[in-house]
């Protein structure tokens, strides 16, 4: 069981904007900074998208946003496009005995 | 070009052992905590392992402690898992992944990541 709970699929129409949650199950979240959101296409390595929250790494469009409230880390992709499709997984550092933790991961579907 | 590329991976039996590694290319190596994490047939990730940049401080999930070993060799770019006492729950594709910044330890922040290596563990 991941200490981080995402909701298994999350789906939207292109140019829509969905959100995915990412909450931890003790404060693990609320008291790191270091959370960020990875995008997984089929048979490929994960992809950084978001870090330390809310930042953007080079090359990831604008589209893709990240926030914090409490307990909770959500990621949010606004104007979806077909190439948004993926699974997408939220990770923290949580020091103690778990240091990095992911989340079980969103299958993101566009319709 | 920054890179990073496993090897090492197979099938083993239960109770075996695989030494896994991982070459790093176009970044200074040594500069930058690495771990290592695994991903399960039709699994989520998991994160196993980490290092510092200088090799000092290693870190591990509950789930492989005492059984993995992470280490680096700084002057070959290479980093390196020793997985023992394998379990049939180990079976996955193992990545090799680069820190963003962190130096002293992973922060979950991984912006280069490899292809991986898989390892199957099977009687």
């Known amino acids: 069981q991941s200490a981080l709970t995402q909701p298994r699929s999350v789906s939207g129409s292109p140019g829509q904007s969905v959100t995915i949650s990412c909450t931890g199950t003790n404060s693990d979240l609320s008291a790191s900074d270091y959370v960020s959101w990875y995008q997984q296409h089929p048979g490929k390595a994960p992809k950084l998208m978001i870090y330390d929250v809310s930042k953007w790494p080079s090359g990831v469009p604008d589209r893709f946003s990240g926030s914090k409230s409490g307990n909770t880390a959500s990621l949010t992709i606004s104007g979806l496009q077909a190439e948004d499709e993926a699974d997408y997984y939220c990770c923290s550092y949580t020091g103690g005995n778990s240091f990095v933790v992911f989340g079980g991961g969103t299958k993101l579907t566009v319709l | ?123």
């Open chain 2, 1 to 123: 070009e920054v890179q990073l590329l496993e090897s090492g991976g197979g099938l083993v039996q239960p109770g075996g052992s695989l030494r896994l590694s991982c070459a790093a290319s176009g970044f200074i190596f040594s500069d930058y905590a690495m771990s290592w994490v695994r991903q399960a047939p039709g699994k989520g990730l998991e994160w196993v392992s980490g290092i510092s940049g200088s090799g000092v401080n290693t870190y591990y999930a509950d789930s492989v402690k005492g059984r993995f070993a992470i280490s680096r060799d700084n002057s070959k770019n290479t980093l390196y898992l020793q997985t023992n006492s394998l379990r049939v729950e180990d079976t996955a594709v193992y990545s090799c992944a680069k820190d963003l910044d962190g130096i002293v330890g992973p922060t979950g922040t991984f912006d280069i990541w490899g292809h991986g290596t898989m390892v199957i563990v099977s009687s």
